[in-house]
Every structure is written in C-alpha cells, then in structure tokens.
C-alpha cells in the first residue's frame, strides 16, 4: 500500500485493520477478559503471542490507538497508558533501578519534577542540567547513567532543547533517550529524527485535543538496541530485542502497576487525534498572531515562545519545528499591574489548568501548578512569580487578541 500523509493515515487506521462489520472506528471494548475456545491459545497468550486476556494490559480499542500513535510517531510499537504521567512513572519505575543514575532537563513539567523526587526516594540518582546546551548534558554524564530525558519545548519556559545534540549523544554513547513531545506533539516533530530511543506523550493534551480524556503513551522508535540494556529482565527477553524495553513496561507498569487507559478514552483520544494537524494548523497561527501583539504591547514586559525572533532558541526551534512553534507560550507584566487582576479581566480565555485544548487557557504558573516546587526550583527553571502560561486554542485569531487587549486596558 503506498505511503500516505499524517492526517490520512490516521483517519484510515483502523478500517486498514480489519475493524469489526466494516466500520470506519475501532469499537469501544468494554470486556474485562477475553476468551479463547483452544486452552493452548489461552497459554499462548500469557506467554508472550499477540492477543488479549485482562483487559488492565489493553484492549482491542486501546491497541488500535497504539497503532495510529506509532504511525504518528513513525515508531516500531506503543502503549497507552491511563494518563500521561502514568507512562513516565511506568518507564522509570520499570527500566531503572536503585543506583542507576538519570540525567534530565532542568526545565521540566511539574509533576515529572515531583516524579523525580519519587525516584531518588528508591535510589536512583538524578542530575537536572540546563537542556538547552548539550555540553552541560556531555557533563553530567557517569559510567551508571542509563537514560536522559527532556521534553521538546519547557512547560512554562518554552525553552527549546539541543534535541539534535543530546541525541548524537546519547547514541555515541550507547544511552537510552526519552524525549517528552507533549507541547510539539508527532504533528510538528517526531523525536525519532533525533535519535531518540521512546517518545513520550501525553493524550490528554493536542492528541486527544478536546479536553474530554486522560491518556498517555509511550513509543518505541526502535533506534535503541535493548540487548545493551542491563536492566531487561531475562523473561522478556524474548523474540527481536527491539521489543524488549516496552514488553518489561508493558507487564510491570499495566499488569502489575494497573496505570492502565479504559477503551471509552482511547476510543475519544483516538476520534480527537484524526483532527490533530488541522487543529495544530489554526492554534500555531493563532499563537504566532497573539504574541506578536503582545511583545508589542506597552504593558507587557517579556513574552516567552519560540517563535519570536528574541527568543533564546528561535533558530533552533524553527530548524527542528519549521515555523510552528505550538500553543504554549509565558506572560509576564510590567510592573505594578497585578497578574490575578489582569487575569481576572480576560472573558474569552479560560482560567484553568491544561495545555492542549480546543480553548484558550491561562494560569499564574507560580501559584498554581508550580506552586509545590518552591522558590528556588522555581527560579532555576525561569519561573517568576508574575508568570503567566497561557495555551492558545482554536479561536478566531482577532477575538483572542481583542480579549488580551480588554483585560490589559483594564489593568
């Protein structure tokens, strides 16, 4: 079958794979078990042939997402996961081990923060290094390190990482990747092309895009050779070693952890995902629209997002994302105007916490999401108290510039 563009395979996905009476989706599967008229079978299953048993290590529903998201992340396998944060704990957790050591950015989503903190608790070691620059990741790295990890573009610091550095890196020497590619989603890059070893997304966010599911997934660009990997359990060492690492997750993090995605949202996750590169069209447009106007405006004092020209990384952004930069972008006011009162004066823009959505969203990042962390973390990763995230959705481009424009007159 010839090779098709992004959004066309995604929308034909599931009718390619002999869905059901000839429907176009993936039904919703709600079983707890699955039965199997040949006992054989049944063993054949448990001990490692494709197919499905209990459903908390997937259904048919939550399989045919993890097909569409490896087609979206030209990846070798998926797994789905309840939430996006329920894949992160599942890989570390399954793949680390007491004395190992992580090397990750410093720039970082709050809760993967307070995951880390997690971790060293079990004992592994974790070095947090400025992202941005590869030598300071080249520093970091010791004879026990087993991963790095970064995400694509910071939450809220939209600080850009030297993905294409980390990524010859860690394949000179031998280091398993993860790339988070929750704020890019695989519509504006595919960490693969760096040499990342799995990708990391949330669903919850642009994949899904309507605010209506949890969900997370971890892909497997099969770059990495688990045979290398010292921490693959022998009884899944079984088959290609390509998929090594993702069955130990597979069977540690859904089987035995439970972090496991219901078929009611992967069926909304997957029905969301076949509108993701016209939705990401209209929101990097909108984004791109809106802070322009505002860098601009007399009472704004900076506005973070990669796609201005004064951004740290705008080069390298546009090189990795060409020319689309995604929702996510920081506010921060001059000083004297208070940012829960300019907040208070938006009309349009939810005040919520999300990223991802239809619908544009805003928070003060400080006191709220990032509040946990403290000062001092807090400005490690850019945060200032004034900070304002904002998620643009896919509103008409001149009612989310008039809002901002309200809500600052007001101020």
Same mark, same amino acid.
């Given at each position: 079958?010839? $090779?098709?563009? +992004?959004?066309?395979?995604?929308?034909?996905?599931?009718?390619?794979?002999?869905?059901?009476?000839?429907?176009?989706?993936?039904?919703?599967?709600?079983?707890?078990?699955?039965?199997?008229?040949?006992?054989?079978?049944?063993?054949?299953? +448990?001990?490692?042939?494709?197919?499905?048993?209990?459903?908390?290590?997937?259904?048919?529903?939550?399989?045919?997402?993890?097909?569409?998201?490896?087609?979206?992340?030209?990846?070798?396998?998926?797994?789905?996961?309840?939430?996006?944060?329920?894949?992160?704990?599942?890989?570390?957790?399954?793949?680390?081990?007491?004395?190992?050591?992580?090397?990750?950015?410093?720039?970082?989503?709050?809760?993967?923060?307070?995951?880390?903190?997690?971790?060293?608790?079990?004992?592994?070691?974790?070095?947090?290094?400025?992202?941005?620059?590869?030598?300071?990741?080249?520093?970091?790295?010791?004879?026990?390190?087993?991963?790095?990890?970064?995400?694509?573009?910071?939450?809220? @610091?939209?600080?850009?990482?030297?993905? $294409?550095?980390?990524?010859?890196?860690?394949?000179?020497?031998?280091?398993?990747?993860?790339?988070?590619?929750?704020?890019?989603?695989?519509? =504006?890059?595919?960490?693969?092309?760096?040499?990342?070893?799995?990708?990391?997304?949330?669903?919850? #966010? /642009?994949?899904?895009? /309507?605010?209506?599911?949890?969900?997370?997934?971890?892909?497997?660009?099969?770059?990495?050779?688990?045979?290398?990997?010292?921490?693959?359990?022998?009884?899944?060492?079984?088959?290609?070693?390509?998929?090594? @690492? =993702?069955?130990?997750? #597979?069977?540690?993090?859904?089987?035995?952890?439970?972090?496991?995605?219901?078929?009611?949202?992967?069926?909304?996750?997957?029905?969301?995902?076949?509108?993701?590169?016209?939705?990401?069209?209209?929101?990097?447009?909108?984004?791109?629209?809106?802070?322009?106007?505002?860098?601009?405006?007399?009472?704004?004092?900076?506005?973070?997002?990669?796609?201005?020209?004064?951004?740290?990384?705008?080069?390298?952004?546009?090189?990795?994302? @060409?020319?689309?930069?995604?929702?996510?972008?920081?506010?921060?006011?001059?000083?004297?105007?208070?940012?829960?009162?300019?907040?208070?004066?938006?009309?349009?823009?939810?005040?919520?916490? /999300?990223?991802?959505?239809?619908?544009?969203?805003?928070?003060?990042?400080? /006191?709220?999401?990032?509040?946990?962390?403290?000062?001092?973390?807090?400005?490690?990763?850019?945060?200032?108290?004034?900070?304002?995230?904002?998620?643009?959705?896919?509103?008409?481009?001149?009612?989310?510039?008039?809002? +901002?424009?309200?809500? =600052?007159?007001?101020?």
């Amino acid at each position: 079958m010839a $090779k098709h563009g +992004f959004t066309t395979s995604i929308l034909h996905a599931d009718r390619r794979n002999d869905v059901e009476h000839g429907a176009v989706h993936k039904p919703i599967h709600p079983s707890t078990q699955y039965a199997y008229a040949d006992s054989r079978e049944l063993a054949a299953v +448990f001990q490692g042939k494709a197919g499905f048993t209990y459903s908390r290590q997937g259904t048919p529903t939550t399989d045919a997402l993890d097909k569409k998201i490896s087609i979206m992340e030209s990846g070798v396998s998926s797994l789905s996961f309840a939430t996006g944060m329920a894949a992160l704990s599942a890989l570390f957790t399954t793949l680390l081990r007491s004395g190992d050591h992580l090397v990750a950015s410093q720039y970082i989503f709050g809760n993967t923060s307070s995951l880390f903190g997690t971790l060293q608790l079990l004992g592994i070691e974790i070095t947090l290094v400025d992202a941005t620059n590869v030598d300071a990741v080249a520093a970091a790295i010791r004879p026990n390190t087993k991963m790095v990890f970064t995400e694509t573009i910071a939450n809220p @610091g939209t600080q850009v990482a030297d993905l $294409k550095g980390i990524g010859e890196l860690c394949q000179s020497k031998n280091i398993c990747l993860i790339v988070d590619n929750t704020v890019t989603s695989p519509c =504006l890059f595919q960490a693969k092309t760096v040499g990342a070893s799995i990708v990391m997304n949330s669903l919850s #966010k /642009h994949i899904g895009g /309507h605010a209506n599911a949890l969900g997370g997934s971890l892909t497997d660009t099969g770059l990495f050779d688990w045979s290398t990997f010292s921490n693959i359990l022998d009884v899944y060492k079984k088959g290609p070693a390509t998929g090594w @690492g =993702l069955t130990q997750i #597979k069977k540690k993090g859904l089987r035995d952890m439970g972090g496991t995605l219901s078929s009611d949202a992967a069926h909304r996750i997957a029905v969301g995902a076949e509108t993701l590169a016209l939705r990401m069209d209209k929101i990097c447009r909108n984004a791109d629209a809106l802070t322009r106007y505002l860098a601009e405006h007399p009472r704004v004092a900076k506005v973070s997002y990669p796609g201005l020209p004064n951004h740290p990384q705008h080069e390298r952004a546009k090189e990795l994302f @060409g020319n689309r930069y995604s929702m996510l972008f920081a506010l921060e006011l001059v000083e004297g105007i208070d940012c829960f009162e300019f907040l208070n004066h938006l009309q349009i823009v939810i005040l919520a916490t /999300h990223v991802g959505d239809t619908r544009t969203l805003a928070l003060p990042a400080a /006191h709220t999401i990032y509040y946990e962390m403290g000062p001092a973390l807090r400005a490690q990763m850019g945060i200032a108290d004034s900070l304002i995230r904002v998620s643009v959705g896919i509103e008409d481009e001149q009612d989310l510039i008039d809002d +901002f424009a309200q809500a =600052l007159a007001k101020c």
